[in-house]
């Protein structure tokens, strides 16, 4: 991951390595992959797709700001950057799997340290909550390590994708598995519960209608360090629980035992009754 390569640098050192990177790519990876033209326009096609990073791909769009043409971008580069690993692309996910193919698909810069670096936000603007870049970097930071703890999932395999309807309701990442079960995870740029949850449990909550019993749970997280239920399967969680999550409480420590008893391994609830937890 790029993270382990600029993670111990200062900021002028992560800049150059971040320019270097590009650099390499433009001049060495894409050119090696690419028999086409516009090979001048990929740092502009690059830095558009930063700054569309979790947003829906209107290939139109792209080609009108970057002039190279449609079929170009959907046959040659967009795949190509997507095989080198600089974007991530999350097809739209539908109950129907016709209504999937023809729907636009979200697309990432697959690093966003690196999606940072070619927007010109660094950490202090990063921390401002009025700066735009700052949801959608984010939401890229928390599929970049969504993606990387899924490709370590062999069973069952994980799919990626985006929940959107006509009416509005949205889902950043929808997580399904190869036996139809759906975990979904709403990013929100809020420290507080109330505003990181008023929106996004709408989506979610159309996500559990759609999905049924295949929805197994759904997430949002934010920026704050409470955790607190939201409903049927649905919780608010810190972002940092991705990479580390709450321990378990611990044990109560066993009641001293008198001398002269003895100790089993037994359970202590009596015989024939069940253990209940407390309301």
């Given at each position: 991951m790029i993270l382990d390569k600029v993670a111990d640098l200062d900021a002028p050192a992560r800049?150059?390595?971040?320019g270097s990177y590009l650099r390499t790519i433009v001049g060495r990876d894409v050119p090696e992959m690419a028999r086409g033209r516009h090979l001048g326009e990929l740092p502009r096609l690059i830095r558009v797709?930063?700054?569309?990073?979790?947003?829906?791909?209107?290939?139109?769009?792209?080609?009108?700001?970057?002039?190279?043409?449609?079929r170009l971008l959907s046959r040659s580069y967009l795949p190509l950057l997507e095989t080198i690993y600089l974007t991530v692309s999350l097809p739209a996910w539908s109950r129907n799997f016709t209504s999937r193919a023809i729907k636009h698909p979200k697309s990432y810069i697959a690093d966003s340290g690196f999606a940072a670096h070619l927007l010109g936000v660094d950490e202090?603007?990063?921390?401002?909550?009025?700066?735009?870049?700052?949801?959608?970097?984010?939401?890229?930071?928390?599929?970049?390590?969504?993606?990387?703890?899924?490709?370590r999932l062999l069973h069952p395999e994980v799919t990626l994708y985006h929940y959107r309807t006509r009416d509005g309701a949205e889902v950043d990442i929808v997580a399904e598995a190869a036996d139809g079960r759906i975990v979904?995870?709403?990013?929100?740029?809020?420290?507080?519960?109330?505003?990181?949850?008023?929106?996004?449990?709408?989506?979610?909550?159309?996500?559990?209608?759609?999905?049924?019993g295949r929805f197994v749970?759904?997430?949002?997280?934010?920026?704050?360090?409470?955790?607190?239920?939201?409903?049927?399967?649905?919780?608010?969680?810190?972002?940092?629980?991705?990479?580390?999550?709450?321990?378990?409480?611990?044990?109560?420590?066993?009641?001293?035992?008198?001398?002269?008893?003895?100790?089993?391994?037994?359970?202590?609830?009596?015989?024939?009754?069940?253990?209940?937890?407390?309301?």
């Open positions: 800049r150059r390595w971040f797709l930063a700054a569309r990073t979790g947003q829906e791909l209107v290939v139109e769009n792209v080609a009108r700001e970057t002039g190279i043409e449609r202090w603007a990063l921390a401002s909550p009025t700066n735009a870049a700052r949801g959608p970097l984010i939401e890229t930071f928390a599929l970049d390590e969504l993606v990387r703890q899924a490709s979904a995870f709403e990013v929100k740029a809020a420290r507080s519960v109330s505003r990181a949850a008023s929106r996004a449990l709408i989506g979610l909550r159309d996500l559990v209608d759609r999905a049924g749970a759904g997430v949002v997280l934010y920026l704050g360090d409470q955790a607190l239920p939201a409903g049927d399967r649905l919780t608010v969680l810190p972002l940092s629980h991705l990479w580390s999550p709450p321990s378990p409480p611990l044990a109560p420590p066993a009641p001293a035992t008198p001398a002269g008893s003895t100790v089993t391994s037994r359970s202590a609830t009596p015989s024939g009754s069940q253990g209940t937890v407390a309301p």
